[in-house]
């Protein structure tokens, strides 16, 4: 069976301090990743999304950068954090290829990671 | 640009009542609907997909109706139980190539033992 893992669960970091968030999949190849932020009061909001190694694709301008060095390795970053960085990040996968249609539109979410930056 | 809305926020009911989560989204050219359960703290877990071609989905004592005309979704839930209690969020993927979600800002069920 397939399984998502994100690290870590929480994080209190200083203005200014870099980042890095890691997500990574087993029990499957080739998936689709993205990350979400959820900011209190707000709906998860889509930050990025890569459909293969290499390949990422950015929603909203910010502060944020992502990487995929390896195909199940979803990895998000800053170098220098805001206080506006503060929020619930989600990573997720869904499939890719061919196969039932529907199983390859659900996205599988990870436990996530609440970030605090002070 | 999609905007998804959730109606009420915030709902509290007795156990064994049955009730009714609102969706609504204002760009009808959407692939599909999915229907999520957060608790807190917690990732999500989807609960219903409704591809654009269908009507409603039904899982358990799960209900989602889907109306893309209309811009709305439904989800009931049957004989509510405790259990239930988390933040229900809709999402639509837009049509297109991308399978991006566009989530809706939840509505949070506290059912009452």
């Known amino acids: 069976s397939q399984t998502i893992h994100q690290w870590p669960a929480t994080l209190v970091q200083p203005v200014g301090s870099p980042l890095s968030l890691e997500c990574t999949v087993e029990?499957?190849?080739?998936?689709?990743l993205y990350w979400y932020r959820q900011a209190a009061g707000r709906g998860l909001q889509l930050l990025f999304y890569?459909?293969?190694?290499?390949?990422i694709s950015s929603e909203v301008p910010q502060n944020l950068s992502a990487s995929r060095p390896q195909d199940r390795q979803f990895i998000l970053s800053s170098k220098k954090l805001l206080l506006s960085d503060s929020g619930f990040y989600l990573c997720a996968w869904s499939a890719r290829g061919a196969g039932d249609q529907r199983a390859k539109n659900i996205q599988y979410f990870g436990a996530g990671t609440r970030l605090s930056v002070l | 640009k999609q905007e998804v809305t959730q109606i009420p926020a915030a709902l509290s009911v007795p156990e064994g009542e049955n009730l009714v989560l609102n969706c609504s989204f204002t760009?009808?050219?959407?692939?599909?609907l999915q229907w999520f359960r957060q608790d807190p703290g917690k990732g999500l877990t989807s609960l219903l997909l409704i591809q654009s071609s269908q009507r409603e989905q039904t899982s358990g004592r799960l209900n989602a109706s889907l109306d893309k005309s209309s811009g709305r979704s439904t989800l009931y839930i049957a004989a509510s139980q405790p259990g239930d209690s988390a933040t229900y969020l809709c999402a639509v993927r837009p049509g297109g190539a991308t399978n991006k979600l566009i989530f809706g800002t939840g509505t949070l069920l506290a059912v009452q033992p």
């Open positions: 890569s459909v293969g190694i290499g390949q």
């Open positions: 029990g499957t190849s080739n998936p689709n």
């Open positions: 760009d009808s050219a959407i692939y599909n």
